[in-house]
């Protein structure tokens, strides 16, 4: 049976490496809970650059209003909202990324709160 976990951990390790979509967990506060590997790949930072900080000092300044102002939204509203912003490259500026943000409420069923 372990090893049989083993197998299927090892597994969404490798789909998460390897995914066209980057994916980060960010708590209320802003602060980046988990980020996917891929975020190297498209925008030059390593996970354990992004992990622990404010995940708003990535936003553009000019962006960086509404797009809090969409977040407070998706907080009350308890769903799903997708925008576009620009979000810091650690070499090349800025570049724009489409967003997909979801409400954890939406999805408690996950227990995001029991990752590392």
Do not use: C
Not at 13 to 22: L, R, T
Not at 74 to 90: G, P, S
Not at 92 to 101: P, R, S
């Amino acid at each position: 049976m372990k090893d049989k976990i083993n197998k299927i951990n090892a597994t969404h390790v490798a789909m998460m490496e390897n995914i066209g979509d980057v994916i980060a967990i960010m708590e209320i506060n802003g602060i980046t809970k988990y980020q996917s590997p891929n975020i190297e790949k498209w925008f030059g930072w390593k996970p354990k650059d992004v992990i622990g900080k404010n995940g708003w000092k990535f936003v553009h300044p000019d962006d960086l209003r509404w797009v809090q102002k969409e977040f407070k939204k998706l907080l009350l509203k308890k769903t799903n909202t997708v925008i576009e912003f620009r979000f810091n490259h650690k070499n090349n500026g800025y570049k724009w990324i489409e967003l997909t943000a979801i409400n954890k409420e939406s999805f408690d069923k996950w227990n995001i709160n029991e990752l590392p």
